[in-house]
């Protein structure tokens, strides 16, 4: 290998390819990014047997392969100067030249390198932008914890009109409608994808359209992959054959009592200064009423906290109500909403409240829902 690439096009390639490297590799060689020169481009790949990604950019030069530290390489092409680089091979060493800047690299065996996974049957397209934007406000409400990996995936649903995504950790739940372009008329498919993995997606994307790819012949073996721009992904499905049944959850408009059209910076604001005083498993109250919404916690040692929001930011119709949520997902439901408005809709203290965005007449709008548990707090 011996070639030429704009500094930005290697920076690119590298750090989209390094999000795939495992923390902890199975084998040293996954630890790897290897790249491939053609002559006319070079493609940067990792694999960790789950997800694999392959980005593509223009480089002239004569063709080889090489494996190399991912993470290394990733800390020095960031910190590179602003100039075109040069990638070359001498023996069992990459060479990057930058200016005058030089870096020596020990390569591993390429040959000990597992085979990406082809990317599957395309089954249509999506803007990339709300593609992302859907991507994002899903993966909020996802698991973390690896040993119920169920709950750490997004169900992916891809009909003919729309695809929807599901996630939910049992406290909180998450639903995101988008349109999109399918590939065929009569598509049904389901897919719980890792929600680590469409988060990663979701910061590469920009603009133009993703090709979302799938083949599910059983569940937890199937692949789903994404096309867009000069790179590709794939990752396998977990085994969502038993995803319960979460809509259900969502209450039903007749049974909603209380309903907040609110201002969504402010109240996001006024959540992170009262929870200032509050212990990690305590909750803040909020209290809405006809004259308004007043937020309030208590910590360790009597500490407190109480803060009114602005009458003029807050319209509360409905029965008033007090109740309590966990801070940080409170803030996160919040900050998944578009608008500059949030309409909150409960069913008592004790109850599911749904957060969406408020339209202009204060009305929930259609395409996400963000439903969260509350905790019963005594007083």
Not at 61 to 73: D, I, Q
Not at 104 to 113: G, H, I, N, R
Not at 181 to 194: C, N, Q, T
Not at 231 to 255: C, H, M, W
């Amino acid at each position: 290998m011996n070639l030429t690439i704009p500094r930005a096009d290697l920076v690119d390639i590298v750090t989209q390819v390094a999000r795939t490297l495992p923390n902890k590799p199975s084998v040293p060689v996954l630890a790897g990014i290897k790249l491939s020169a053609d002559g006319t481009a070079l493609t940067g790949e990792a694999y960790d047997y789950d997800t694999s990604t392959r980005v593509q950019a223009t480089a002239s030069g004569e063709p080889g392969t090489v494996l190399v530290s991912g993470r290394l390489l990733a800390e020095i092409v960031k910190a590179l100067p602003g100039k075109p680089v040069t990638l070359t091979t001498t023996g069992a060493h990459l060479q990057l030249v930058c200016g005058a800047a030089r870096f020596t690299l020990p390569t591993m065996p390429v040959e000990d390198y597992p085979t990406l996974p082809s990317l599957p049957q395309p089954v249509g397209d999506v803007d990339a932008a709300v593609f992302a934007q859907a991507i994002t406000q899903a993966a909020v409400s996802a698991g973390r914890d690896d040993t119920l990996p169920m709950m750490t995936g997004v169900r992916v649903e891809l009909r003919p009109d729309h695809i929807a995504f599901l996630s939910t950790d049992r406290y909180r739940l998450t639903e995101r409608i988008i349109d999109w372009k399918p590939g065929r008329s009569d598509i049904d498919a389901d897919a719980l994808v890792p929600a680590r993995t469409l988060a990663d997606l979701a910061k590469t994307l920009t603009a133009g359209t993703v090709t979302v790819a799938l083949t599910a012949d059983r569940p937890g073996e199937g692949l789903i992959g994404f096309d867009t721009a000069g790179r590709q992904i794939t990752s396998r499905l977990l085994d969502g054959a038993n995803y319960p049944p979460v809509r259900s959850l969502f209450p039903k408009p007749e049974d909603v009592t209380t309903r907040v059209t609110v201002d969504r910076a402010p109240l996001i604001e006024v959540v992170k200064r009262v929870a200032l005083v509050a212990e990690r498993t305590t909750p803040v109250l909020l209290t809405f009423n006809e004259d308004g919404c007043v937020v309030e916690a208590g910590g360790t040692e009597e500490a407190r906290a109480a803060e009114t929001l602005d009458p003029a930011a807050v319209t509360c119709d409905g029965d008033p109500v007090t109740i309590g949520f966990n801070p940080a997902y409170l803030v996160d439901g919040l900050t998944a909403v578009t608008g500059a408005r949030a309409h909150i809709a409960m069913v008592g203290a004790y109850k599911p409240a749904v957060i969406t965005t408020a339209d202009q007449d204060g009305n929930p709008a259609d395409g996400h829902r963000y439903l969260l548990m509350p905790i019963r707090v005594s007083r």
